[in-house]
């Protein structure tokens, strides 16, 4: 059975990497749709489709009249550099009907619209990496041609991979910075962790079970607590303690600040990326 009231009826995806096989995996999960409705193709590689179906019990074809005959919802998830190829191939199949939702980093409404060479429905998504577990932090902006239903669908569609909140697309880049290349910067914290723990004396699997435990603890106190995250840190950090003597140390080598210069240059970063990549794609910068 169909979750949501039959949301869409058909799901092209264009692109069949990491990010596809994270969503159409949460779709079927969720029970969103028929797994017989997801179709997908990719440049060429047919190994990469024969192993999507195999192991989800998907469509996938290289014709396209097949791929997006009667498909309500169009994804694309190819490599942002290779946008330009691909939206210009299947362009003449893409109705101002359908839903467009791109996960290409980079790549702005406009440039699509350009690329398509008319106007679409379309919203754009930014994931990150913890789809694969569920476990995404997804900020989605949709233009002013998205209608009621299919922000809905683009809501449940990307609720399958995690939490999924809508932004203006001007935030997106700052969303890059923040959660996009967010898990990067918690591993990077994982290794001093686990980095730490043999410099004194800790075996590395229980080393490791201890930090991932405590992690997932802290943002379970962040999220169900009304206290804020510095509260919560006051109230654990005793005078003359253990933890006051590790928090000195984070603030003599500026650790809050290096974070956030740390998030400033990502964010800076992907605009900088957004720009080039309309560059390459000759059409007009990010709105």
């Known amino acids: 059975m169909e979750k949501g009231g039959n949301v869409m009826k058909k799901i092209a995806i264009v692109g069949a990497g990491s990010m596809a096989e994270a969503l159409i995996s949460g779709i079927l999960e969720d029970h969103l749709i028929d797994r017989k409705n997801i179709w997908v193709t990719n440049n060429s590689n047919e190994k990469r489709l024969e192993s ?8 996938s074809t290289y014709d396209l009249d097949t791929l997006f005959d009667d498909a309500d919802v169009v994804m694309l998830a190819m490599k942002p550099k290779d946008a330009d190829r691909a939206i210009m191939t299947i362009r003449h199949h893409l109705t101002e009907q359908m839903l467009v939702v791109s996960v ?3 790549v702005s409404m406009n440039t699509i619209e350009s690329l398509a060479e008319k106007s679409l429905s379309i919203a754009r998504a930014m ?4 789809a694969a577990v569920g476990k995404s932090a997804t900020a989605i902006a949709i233009n ?3 209608t009621d239903k299919q922000h809905e669908t683009t809501k449940q569609l ?10 203006e697309e001007e935030q997106l880049d700052a969303v890059t910075g923040l959660s996009g290349s967010g898990p ?3 591993y990077y914290l994982i290794e001093a962790m686990e980095n730490s723990a043999a410099e004194i004396g800790l075996e590395k699997e229980m080393a490791q079970e201890l930090i991932v435990q405590t992690l997932i603890g802290a943002a379970e106190m962040v999220k169900h607590s009304s206290k804020s995250p510095e509260q919560l840190r006051r109230e654990v950090t005793s005078p003359g303690g253990t933890t006051e003597a590790g928090v000195k140390v984070l603030e003599e080598h500026g650790v809050q600040q290096a974070f956030i210069s740390c998030i400033q240059a990502a964010t800076a970063q992907s605009k900088k990326m957004g720009n080039a990549l309309c560059s390459q794609l000759k059409v007009g910068k990010p709105s």
Do not use: D, H
């Open 52 to 59: 999507l179906k195999e192991r989800y019990g998907i469509s």
């Open 104 to 106: 290409l980093a980079g």
């Open 184 to 186: 990067a910067y918690i």
């Open 127 to 130: 994931p990150n990496t913890s």
């Open 158 to 167: 990307f609720a399958t991979v995690g939490l999924a909140r809508f932004v």
């Open 144 to 146: 002013s041609r998205v």
